[in-house]
Every structure is written in structure tokens, then in C-alpha cells.
T-cell receptor, first 112, second 113 residues
Framework: GENVEQHPSTLSVQEGDSAVIKCTYSDSASNYFPWYKQELGKGPQLIIDIRSNVGEKKDQRIAVTLNKTAKHFSLHITETQPEDSAVYFCAAKTGTASKLTFGTGTRLQVTL | GAGVSQSPSNKVTEKGKDVELRCDPI?????LYWYRQSLGQGLEFLIYFQGNSAPDKSGLPSDRFSAERTGGSVSTLTIQRTQQEDSAVYLC???????????FGDGTRLSIL
């Protein structure tokens, strides 16, 4: 089955700096890659997603890049703000499976 | 409702008791998913519903776990004879159809004493 690895497990950046979180996946049939933000006591919130026919997608300060050859994808957050502090999860899904397979999460802390 | 609604938000029960967790998906969403999140861990898939049918039950950890969905809407996850290792946050998600983005509720935090 699919396996998703996520790095780093924790990340601390100063406000205004950029943050990058990386994930690798094992199943070359995976074709959908969402990113979720989870705040304490809340459920995961979808922040951006990308499909395998696209190499990059941006939404304001957030971008995701996908390298199908290397089977990795990354989340980029620019101009970080304290409210970006949360746990971020990457996930992957194949076309034949209904489920998302998640990485183990990255705890991002944005310091003033 | 505006989002996925789960109840109760917290449940504490004794080992050996049965529990029922409820999920009310976003209106009009035909696909519904249950995941489990253990302390400090990622999310683990349990079961997927399309309408009232469950074509993928591959994540249910044992026969103590079951789920149903009625009227293509509300779903109930039942855990029988609870064990301490069942302690986790149980998350429900829904999507318009199977290939569309999944949106999560805030989960039920289950604690087994």
C-alpha cells in the first residue's frame, strides 16, 4: 500500500520568514495530494491540494510543488505569521483508492 | 449544516463498554470517511461510505469496530467491548463525490479508562 513520509517533524521560523515542509510517497499511482492544517482541538482543515497533472499551485502565501519523477511534494508558506502556527499534514491518494494516506505531521511554530 | 458535525465531542467510558460515535456530513456530500488519530500520530483510515454502502472497510482494526450510514447522510461508528488502545480522536470527513476534496469535522475524543 501507499506510504507517505513527512519532514521535518517540527519547524520553528521567525515571523516573516518562509517555511517548507516536504513529503515523499511510495505509490507511483498516487494522483492527488492535499495538505491539511490542524489547530489544537480541531479537525484538519484543507488548505491546498494538487493533482498529478500539475507541477505547482499557489494560493496567496501558500504554494505546493509536485515532482512525480522523484515522488515528492512540498508545502511552501511565505511571509509566515503567528496564526500559521499549527500542525500540518500531507496526504496522498491513488485513483483506485478512496482513502487518504497521511504523513505523520509537522508542528510549525512561528515566533515573533 | 455548514460543515461536518460530530458528536459527542468528548467521550469517556470504562473498558469493556460499547460506544457510538456520530457523524453528520456536509449536506449533499455522498462520500463519507472515518479516520482515527492516536496521540501525536497521523490519521489512520478506517472506513469509506458511498451513499449507504461501504465499499472499503479495510481500515477497521478488528471485528469490534463497525459502522453504518443511513439515508445517505448520518453515519454511526460503533466500538464494542472497548479496550484502552481504542483511545484516540475519531475523525469523520465527507466529500461531494469520492474523487473530490475531503472535509473534516472536529472529531470525537474517546478516552477508555
Amino acid at each position: 500500500g501507499e506510504n507517505v513520509e513527512q519532514h521535518p517533524s517540527t519547524l520553528s521560523v521567525q515571523e516573516g520568514d518562509s517555511a517548507v515542509i516536504k513529503c515523499t510517497y511510495s505509490d507511483s499511482a498516487s494522483n492527488y495530494f492535499p495538505w491539511y492544517k490542524q489547530e489544537l482541538g480541531k479537525g484538519p482543515q484543507l488548505i491546498i491540494d494538487i493533482r498529478s497533472n500539475v507541477g505547482e499551485k499557489k494560493d496567496q502565501r501558500i504554494a505546493v510543488t509536485l515532482n512525480k519523477t522523484a515522488k515528492h511534494f512540498s508545502l511552501h508558506i511565505t511571509e509566515t505569521q503567528p496564526e500559521d502556527s499549527a500542525v500540518y499534514f500531507c496526504a496522498a491518494k491513488t485513483g483506485t483508492a478512496s482513502k487518504l494516506t497521511f504523513g505523520t505531521g509537522t508542528r510549525l511554530q512561528v515566533t515573533l | 449544516g455548514a460543515g461536518v458535525s460530530q458528536s459527542p465531542s468528548n467521550k469517556v467510558t470504562e473498558k469493556g463498554k460499547d460506544v457510538e460515535l456520530r457523524c453528520d456530513p456536509i449536506s449533499g456530500h455522498t462520500a463519507l470517511y472515518w479516520y482515527r488519530q492516536s496521540l501525536g500520530q497521523g490519521l489512520e483510515f478506517l472506513i469509506y461510505f458511498q451513499g449507504n454502502s461501504a465499499p472499503d472497510k479495510s481500515g477497521l482494526p478488528s471485528d469490534r469496530f463497525s459502522a453504518e450510514r443511513t439515508g445517505g447522510s448520518v453515519s454511526t461508528l460503533t466500538i464494542q467491548r472497548t479496550q484502552q488502545e481504542d483511545s484516540a480522536v475519531y475523525l469523520c470527513a465527507s466529500s461531494f463525490v469520492e474523487d473530490q476534496p475531503q472535509h473534516f469535522g472536529d472529531g470525537t475524543r474517546l478516552s477508555i479508562l
